[in-house]
């Protein structure tokens, strides 16, 4: 006769990231892809699931799998399952603690700015890719504050039956153009 397998808990609504190791563990395009993937769902799935749903190498995700379970962004769950180890996300929210943002997060820029490209790439050529973009007068803090209001605004909209998107908000002082035109 089996053991029942006890429920987990409920996922947490939010987790705030104010380790620098768990802001390295975000600094690769394909542990973003993990917790997206267990983002979508408060199913857990096993390292075997998730390769096979990101189309990668089970052997070559697990190192990320690991990294990302090491920096307590993912967790692991009890299951009847045998030798899989089914994994979920820590929290159905991550947010970056504003110490760490300032302190140097190149890595975790340069990931999102490949994220970006990356999306370019998959979906520019079929006119799904849109963006916004404005030059504004206003102090820095005031738009990161204008910034931080739209994650609840988009948490309140959203819909389980709607397909997955990415909306990146990125901010940086106005970069004019340095090759003035000759004529």
Do not use: C
Not at 59 to 85: C, W
Not at 107 to 134: K, S
Request: charge should be negative; aromatic fraction near 4%; proline fraction near 8%.
């Amino acid at each position: 006769m089996s053991t029942p397998v006890p429920e987990p808990d409920p996922i947490p609504e939010v987790l705030t990231i104010d380790q620098p190791e768990q802001l390295k563990a975000l600094g690769h395009p394909l542990r973003l892809r993990v917790l997206e993937t267990l983002g979508e769902t408060e199913a857990a799935m096993s390292n075997r699931e998730l390769a096979q749903k990101l189309g990668v190498d089970p052997g070559h995700l697990h190192f990320h799998v690991r990294m990302l379970l090491k920096a307590g962004l993912i967790q692991q769950v009890a299951s009847a399952k045998g030798r899989e180890k089914p994994y979920r996300s820590a929290a159905k929210t991550l947010k970056v603690a504003p110490e760490l943002v300032s302190a140097g997060a190149s890595e975790l820029q340069a990931t999102v700015v490949e994220d970006v490209r990356h999306g370019w790439d998959a979906y520019a050529e079929q006119g799904q890719f849109r963006f916004v973009r404005i030059n504004v007068r206003i102090s820095q803090d005031k738009a990161l504050e204008v910034l931080s209001q739209l994650v609840p605004t988009f948490e309140e909209l959203e819909d389980e039956n709607e397909e997955m998107l990415t909306i990146t908000a990125i901010m940086h002082p106005h970069t004019p153009d340095e090759s003035p035109e000759k004529g």
